[in-house]
């Protein structure tokens, strides 16, 4: 029987790396959350053993949502675990990098697929199904804004999310639904960290004031904050959460 009282979220790519400590700072907050994954089911499961013996509720569920039907058939999974939806946190993506004249269709295509499509139909869905006073939490890149060579497929993609953010919020506002994006600076996980030389992620790191990368926690906190009852006059924004690197 599904807990209608609950408020529910879901974090699309929780299964590692920043959506991961999102899941766990929600369900700290008393959010039953759906641990979204696309291939790895045993670090999905393992971070719905750790929220659930915190005395948190989570499931995991897969849903590639680079594929047409991965959005629906992740909102109906949520619905059929919790009953209703409160917040989608859009937070899977890929990053590779090349310069333009060396990005192939294949890449091209990946990064369409995964980082717009992808939440494109995440919030067409959200927009049919969240409950009213539900919360929209996006995920840009502070590469919009920087521009890096390189950085052309994943960067395109990304500002497509901030101009959709904005044209969301003005479509949900009226149910008091608030949309918003996050622009990280690089984070040490996996998409930032591969393929990197250690002297190059030293230099990236150097890139803000601090002279440190992100940890998944310094993003996960503004978006607990974001989908939060504290956040209701926040709409349509992209905060850049990069330690000052402008
Ligand atoms: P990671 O590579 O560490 O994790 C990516 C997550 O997305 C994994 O859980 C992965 O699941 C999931 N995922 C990938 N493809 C799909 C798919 N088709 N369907 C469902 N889930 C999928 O990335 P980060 O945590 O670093 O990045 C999270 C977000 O933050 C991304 O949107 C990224 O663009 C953004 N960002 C990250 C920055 C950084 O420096 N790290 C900087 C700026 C923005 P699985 O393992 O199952 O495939």
Redesign the pocket.
């Known amino acids: 029987m599904p807990d209608t009282h609950t408020k529910t979220a879901i974090v699309?790519?929780?299964?590692?790396?920043?959506?991961a400590e999102i899941a766990k700072a929600l369900a700290g907050d008393g959010f039953a959350v759906v641990v979204?994954?696309?291939?790895?089911a045993d670090?999905a499961e393992a971070l719905v053993g750790e929220i659930e013996a915190k005395g948190g509720r989570a499931v995991a569920l897969r849903?590639?949502?680079?594929a047409p039907d991965?959005a629906k058939a992740l909102f109906d999974g949520a619905e059929a675990a919790f009953g209703s939806v409160d917040i989608l946190v859009n937070?899977?993506?890929?990053?590779q990098l090349a310069p333009i004249a060396e990005t192939g269709d294949a890449m091209l295509d990946a990064h369409l697929a995964?980082?717009l499509a992808?939440p494109f139909r995440t919030m067409r869905e959200a927009a049919k199904r969240l409950k009213d006073g539900g919360r929209i939490i996006n995920?840009s890149?502070?590469?919009v804004g920087l521009y890096q060579p390189t950085y052309g497929a994943y960067v395109a993609t990304?500002a497509a999310i901030e101009a959709l953010t904005k044209v969301l919020a003005k479509e949900l506002g009226p149910r008091g639904i608030t949309v918003n994006a996050v622009?990280?600076?690089?984070?040490a996980?996996?998409?930032?960290l591969s393929d990197k030389s250690e002297e190059l992620v030293a230099r990236i790191a150097g890139m803000n004031p601090f002279g440190r990368l992100g940890e998944?926690v310094d993003i996960a906190r503004v978006v607990r904050f974001l989908a939060s009852e504290d956040s209701g006059w926040i709409n349509a924004q992209t905060i850049r959460v990069n330690g000052g690197m402008v």
């Open positions: 699309t790519g929780a299964s590692r790396g920043i959506g979204n994954y696309a291939h790895s670090k849903a590639d949502l680079a991965g937070n899977a993506g890929i990053m995964t980082n992808g995920f890149s502070s590469v990304k622009a990280p600076g690089p984070v996980t996996e998409l930032f998944p």
